[in-house]
């Protein structure tokens, strides 16, 4: 007979586990192999990983760090890890998800079945109509400040199976492999980029931030998701000291309310009216403030709404500049719709939920891309940006299955002709 193992870990788990990490697909970590070089030899691979993991005897690679930037100008350092340590990390979550889960506040939506970004910012909006006053938290640098130690107090506090609790101690030691080729010892935060890294952030949250809220302050509603969190207050004063509280709360726990992220903002509106500084937030790539909307019978009035937000849409024009879609003269219109009408159909169903015709801006700045495409490509309209924007809108009229803002009805160019 075989010796037993220490951890008694099912085959079906790890192969479970397998088939996510590779639907979700990702970039290889330091060890340099994709999921094409492991499935090589799939079979031989999963057995090592799961006779390593249930004798005790696995031991997580570095991480390898990548600096991605962001729209707010600097980089936000991403970790990925190996395959192999992927489908680990996948097999661990997959076992305790569901028990966490059942625990989780139910304004938390972040990276969680049957949560939505959509739900959250519907719930935030309905609130900012019955709340006057808003405290935007921001907790600086969260995942990588989470505490070790009070992350493992968490997870132990769920008593998980034994060798998901070692190999989730193992997971926040592993180093890092700079960008320089350093490896670095990590005493504190797990990397963004982990497969288990989002359900860790919403358990330390769960008990550092959601639970003290249900016991100090169950009379403020609250929608967070991940470390993006919006808090709804009856007067300025409550909101005022409810910053002050939970940023000492937050030092409690080792993590840092960011000084000048986190304020306090006014949800300004038609019957709302006092004058307050600020009366716009972000979350969740939108900006709520107040906008112009129009009632039943036709009237307009003042209300607190959300639309997609600057950075989001200064993000997608710098997106949109980097396909130099105007140089693909060599194929035909059907070959841009293939290549990019699915980043715009995505889009458009995230940020078209809440005020669709604040995507019109980035509608109108992808036609006047086509517009330059048809310029380049057809040598009658070579000379003429108005026969080439006419030409367009024909095609459109024709065949306005080819780009998402075409079955809406969006193939103007607006009245002034940017560079693109």
């Keep these: 007979m075989g010796k037993t193992k220490p951890f008694d870990i099912p085959k079906r788990t790890i192969w479970e586990a397998y088939k996510r990490v590779r639907k979700n697909g990702g970039a290889p970590g330091i060890d340099g192999q994709n999921l094409e070089g492991f499935e090589a030899k799939l079979s031989d691979n999963l057995y090592k990983l799961w006779n390593r993991m249930s004798s005790g005897s696995y031991i997580p690679e570095a991480v390898r760090r990548v600096d991605i930037p962001k729209s707010s100008g600097g980089t936000r350092p991403l970790g990925i890890p190996t395959v192999v340590d992927r489908i680990a990390q996948m097999a661990a979550r997959l076992t ?3 028990a966490l889960d059942a625990v989780f506040h139910e304004d938390s939506y972040g990276h969680r079945a049957r949560k939505s970004a959509h739900q959250a910012l519907a719930r935030a909006r309905k609130r900012c109509w019955r709340y006057d006053w808003v405290v935007d938290l921001d907790i600086k640098g969260f995942f990588d400040t989470i505490d070790h130690e009070l992350m493992m107090k968490a997870v132990r506090h769920h008593a998980p199976p034994k060798w998901v609790e070692l190999y989730i101690d193992r997971w926040l030691k592993a180093p890092v492999r700079t960008t320089e080729g350093a490896l670095e010892e990590r005493g504190r935060g797990t990397p963004q980029g982990g497969v288990i890294s989002p359900l860790l952030a919403n358990l330390y ?12 302050h ?12 919006v808090l709804h207050c009856r007067t300025q004063e409550q909101a005022e000291e409810l910053r002050e509280e939970i940023t000492r709360r937050l030092a409690g726990c080792k993590l840092t309310a960011h000084p000048e992220k986190t304020k306090v903002v006014y949800c300004r509106d038609g019957k709302r009216r006092e004058d307050y500084e600020r009366t716009e937030f972000d979350f969740l790539g939108y900006t709520f403030r107040p906008r112009m909307a129009r009632s039943h019978d036709g009237s307009y009035f003042l209300n607190f709404t959300p639309g997609v937000s600057r950075k989001a849409k200064q993000a997608m024009k710098a997106e949109m500049r980097s396909w130099k879609a105007y140089r693909k003269v060599s194929g035909e219109l059907e070959d841009l719709s293939q290549i990019f009408n699915a980043k715009l159909r995505g889009w458009e169903i995230y940020y078209g939920k809440f005020r669709r015709s604040e995507m019109y801006e980035i509608y109108r700045m992808f036609q006047r891309i086509l517009v ?9 309209v070579k000379r003429s940006w108005k026969k080439a924007a006419e030409l367009l809108r024909k095609m459109a009229l024709a065949r306005p299955y080819l780009f998402e803002h075409w079955t809406r009805g969006c193939y103007a160019i607006g009245r002034v002709r940017r560079a693109v």
């Excluded at 949250?205 to 100090?216: C, N």
């Excluded at 169950?218 to 969190?229: G, K, L």
């Excluded at 330059?372 to 009658?380: D, F």
């Design 372 to 380: 330059k495409w048809a310029r380049s490509k057809y040598k009658r």
């Design 218 to 229: 169950s009379e403020v509603p609250f929608e967070r998701s991940a470390d993006d969190i």
């Design 205 to 216: 949250l769960h008990y550092a931030f959601d639970m003290w809220m249900v016991r100090e």
């Design 96 to 98: 305790i998800e569901p």
